[in-house]
């Protein structure tokens, strides 16, 4: 007992091998079935914890929530034509080695590479588990001189590969490091261990850990089952240290895309002091085929759970767009119409109700003169600075701009050519 809860143990025993899982299971693959499953490994390998292959029903394996995130199958190697090996374009928003700057006040931070478990449907196969590309120290203070240079980040995401698989001191010295940037005011930390492999959250942890005050960590549970009692343990170490916990999913098919699956998923994170945070459509990776829904599924479930659960027990479904164009959040459309003086509302009983604007409503024009405004927001000048992108420039008071054109044009290159004969 003492073995199976050290994490180091469960690490060194991580089963990579068929005829383990077979024997441990109790099952008997075919041999067609045998080499399917090997052919598979060549590409996408298998590494599964002992504690999360307990949980597999062994009676149903195949039909097994957990069976089928964690076991490979002759279906990841279906490539289709829209599936990319870095579907969110992760590589080319990356100014230094391991960050990836996307969005203007935060940056995701690539730590680490290792897992303690081989996802089947992870967005990173590319990388994970990749011996060439694992950060090593100079890489991760490029990362953190990045950091210190751009005084924009207010938000640092630490992620990977798995932060929680850095031994304590490595990860409490990159968390040292990037607090003590006076501009970074939040850092987050991305991991699936309380879900795969629990008995990480030591309390030596949970010491280093609690030495940061702007901490905020994200789980990764996608089904009920996940939550047993030792992966709730763990959480609740977590949760009495402090820190503010959220949990990302992916909608993965005939596996949570279910309206009733989903709400028994949120309603026992709640009750274990994790936020639902997202709920993702899952990503154009290599071999993901299988697991992908269709979006009208997602926002079925979203219909499902919008005003028939507790409004902080609700996610948000988002699609990470491919080419790197970032979350986009996916909802039903809760407004039917709209004239110059009310709003057309519908709740989700399909109430149709309406909403009267103000009879005279003038905003403060915002001309960024903090010092004049009659709001009394005092905002440092570094912010002020800062140019609205996107749709926010069109709508600011304060940019000219009245259009977003797209590059490439077609009429702009005939307008070109035009001009060339003309010269």
Avoid at 37 to 60: G, N, Q, R, V, W
Avoid at 283 to 292: A, K
Wanted: hydrophobic share 35%; net charge negative.
């Amino acid at each position: 007992m003492e073995k199976w809860t050290d994490w180091r143990w469960q690490i060194k025993n991580t089963i990579r091998k068929v005829e383990t899982v077979e024997k441990i299971l109790g099952i008997k693959f075919s041999d067609e079935k045998r080499d399917e499953i090997k052919k598979t490994i060549e590409k996408f390998p298998m590494a599964i914890t002992p504690y999360y292959l307990s949980l597999i029903d062994s009676d149903d394996y195949e039909n097994d929530p957990v069976f089928k995130q964690c076991f490979p199958s002759i279906k990841e190697l279906t490539i289709s034509p829209f599936d990319m090996a870095d579907p969110l374009s992760e590589d080319k928003d990356s100014p230094v080695h391991g960050i990836t700057h996307r969005y203007p006040d935060r940056v995701l931070f690539h730590v680490s590479n290792v897992c303690s478990m081989y996802c089947r449907f992870c967005t990173r196969k590319r990388k994970v588990g990749d011996v060439d590309s694992i950060p090593s120290k100079d890489m991760i203070l490029e990362g953190i001189e990045y950091i210190k240079n751009t005084p924009t980040v207010r938000d640092v995401l630490l992620s990977g590969g798995d932060p929680f698989l850095l031994p304590d001191e490595q990860l409490d010295w990159i968390l040292e490091q990037i607090t003590q940037i006076p501009h970074v005011e939040v850092v987050r930390i991305g991991t699936r261990t309380p879900v795969v492999l629990p008995y990480r959250i030591t309390d030596n942890l949970i010491k280093v850990l609690k030495k940061y005050d702007n901490l905020w960590i994200n789980t990764h549970y996608n089904h009920p089952r996940e939550l047993t009692k030792t992966s709730r343990n763990a959480l609740k170490k977590l949760a009495n240290a402090g820190i503010p916990l959220g949990n990302q999913s992916v909608l993965l098919r005939d596996i949570n895309d279910c309206p009733r699956i989903m709400k028994k998923l949120v309603h026992k994170l709640v009750a274990n002091r994790v936020r639902p945070y997202y709920l993702y459509q899952c990503d154009l990776s290599e071999g993901l085929e299988h697991f992908r829904t269709n979006v009208g599924k997602g926002i079925e479930i979203m219909e499902s759970l919008r005003g028939h659960t507790s409004g902080f027990a609700v996610p948000t479904y988002v699609i990470d767009a491919p080419g790197g164009g970032g979350k986009i959040p996916i909802m039903p459309n809760y407004l039917i119409s709209w004239s110059t003086d009310k709003v057309v509302l519908r709740n989700y009983e399909g109430v149709i109700t309406t909403y009267k604007m103000p009879d005279s409503y003038e905003h403060t024009v915002c001309d960024l003169n903090c010092e004049e405004c009659n709001l009394q927001l005092k905002l440092d000048n570094d912010e002020a600075d800062l140019k609205p992108i996107g749709i926010s420039r069109l709508l600011c008071d304060y940019d000219d701009d009245i259009t977003l054109v797209p590059e490439d044009l077609e009429r702009d290159q005939r307008n070109k050519d035009v001009e060339e004969l003309e010269v």
